[in-house]
């Protein structure tokens, strides 16, 4: 009776869990050279493995889509590549007009790859596109519950109008995810389109239905391994200088006649030799080093923020502060990790730090080291500013450092800042 028993629990076993619904797919490299243009036409895309089981998301989410999308997805040394060939019954029907980075592309058609990096189902990275080309990148926390549409990175996206729709051709370089390299690496990936004209959203794979949020939840993702990935610590560097001419007529003591006195390169006293000083106060940089693929760190001095995006003006009409988003590159990597996921509050706004009482205070310099160890993420930060004597403003020094744990499951974690 005990053989008859594991027989049937074996068997049933057997028809539950086929061997295939657990299969990670392989992508392969492929040799030849790879032109960035929307055509998918090399040789190498015969080679990539493809995906093309859409459902919708909406209007009706689980129902078949209105429209054929076919993604294919391959790698070789420096770059993931992924091709999108979105079909129309009626090309024509087409729509996008959007052409700023990182705006958004709800309005228009648009194409989405989202990159579960580590495969933890926690955190991923994902990059976007519309029929014009336009590009815009995001970091996704919390199993998809924080979105952080500020960052961004290096890569790039060819499109191109087809007789059968549009394609979009996606080149990524590895030293822009966050991986671990080796013989055998795994990555979760999830395609998003949005039709237009039908009003449909359209996802693959749409694993779980009854998740919320099913758009960015990271239980709906489909594993790829990819092979003999090497690590990446790429070098960015960002300087800058700036300078200026003054020219003034002064009056002479005896009030007789002016003197033209010229100033090249105005610079502040630091550290009272007038050629450095005037060197320090007009130059600066912003450094990234990818110290591994799981740490990142970054440098600034004499940090120089006139190339940030402007503020959207905001009319406010309540007794509550504006708390406007943070558009200043050396705050965008992971910035999302010092928040909370208490969405009523904030424990830390780095909008804060280089403005007091309504004046912009320059700053010195600052570090920020994030990454993991082990189940362990982290982020700290440490910036110094600098005194105003002319308003009373003193210099300050700002450090926060944020913890968290994963406590087994996607959904929850241990932390504190």
Not at 74 to 79: E, T, V
Not at 173 to 201: C, D, H, N, Q
Not at 257 to 269: D, H, I, Q, V, W
Request: charged letters at 25%.
């Amino acid at each position: 009776m005990k053989s008859l028993l594991y027989f049937f629990l074996l068997l049933l076993c057997a028809v539950s869990f086929p061997e295939d619904a657990f299969a990670e797919k392989i992508a392969r490299t492929a040799g030849g050279e790879m032109v960035l243009d929307g055509e998918l036409d090399e040789a190498r895309w015969a080679e990539a493995i493809r995906f093309g089981d859409f459902k919708q998301l909406t209007p009706h989410i689980g129902m078949p889509p209105g429209e054929k999308t076919e993604v294919l997805v391959h790698y070789d040394a420096d770059y993931l590549y992924v091709g999108i060939k979105a079909y129309y019954r009626d090309p024509q029907a087409v729509f996008a007009s959007v052409l700023e980075r990182d705006q958004p592309l709800g309005s228009d058609d648009y194409l989405a790859v989202i990159i579960d990096s580590y495969n933890d189902r926690i955190n991923a990275l994902g990059f976007e596109t519309n029929p014009l080309g336009t590009r815009g990148d995001f970091e996704l926390r919390a199993n998809g519950d924080e979105i952080n549409r500020a960052w961004d990175t290096f890569w790039d996206v060819r499109t191109r109008r087809t007789p059968y729709g549009w394609n979009a051709e996606f080149r990524i370089p590895f030293a822009s995810l966050r991986y671990t390299p080796g013989a055998e690496t795994v990555m979760g990936f999830k395609f998003i389109r949005f039709i237009k004209t039908r009003s449909e959203k359209l996802i693959y794979p749409l694993n779980n239905e009854n998740v919320t949020g099913a758009e960015y939840h990271l239980a709906n993702t489909e594993s790829i391994t990819l092979h003999n990935l090497e690590k990446k610590n790429p070098l960015y560097l960002r300087p800058y200088l700036t300078g200026s001419l003054a020219r003034n007529a002064l009056l002479n003591p005896e009030g007789s006649a002016y003197r033209s006195e010229t100033e090249l390169f105005p610079g502040k006293s630091l550290v009272a030799a007038d050629a450095l000083d005037r060197l320090l106060s007009n130059s600066g940089f912003d450094l990234k080093y990818k110290l591994n693929n799981h740490n990142t760190l970054d440098l600034t001095a004499n940090t120089d923020f006139a190339q940030a995006e402007a503020d959207d003006r905001v009319i406010n009409l309540t007794r509550f502060s504006v708390l406007l988003p943070e558009k200043r590159y050396f705050f965008l990597e992971n910035a999302n990790f010092f928040s909370s996921s208490m969405h009523d509050h904030r424990f830390f706004h780095s909008r804060t730090i280089g403005i007091e009482n309504g004046l912009n205070v320059p700053l010195l310099g600052g570090v920020r080291l994030n990454g993991t160890a082990g189940s362990l993420q982290y982020g700290a930060l440490n910036l110094q500013s600098r005194g105003i004597d002319s308003e009373g403003i003193e210099a300050k020094n700002f450090t926060v450092l944020r913890l968290t744990r994963n406590s087994g499951s996607s959904d929850s974690y241990l932390g504190g800042i």
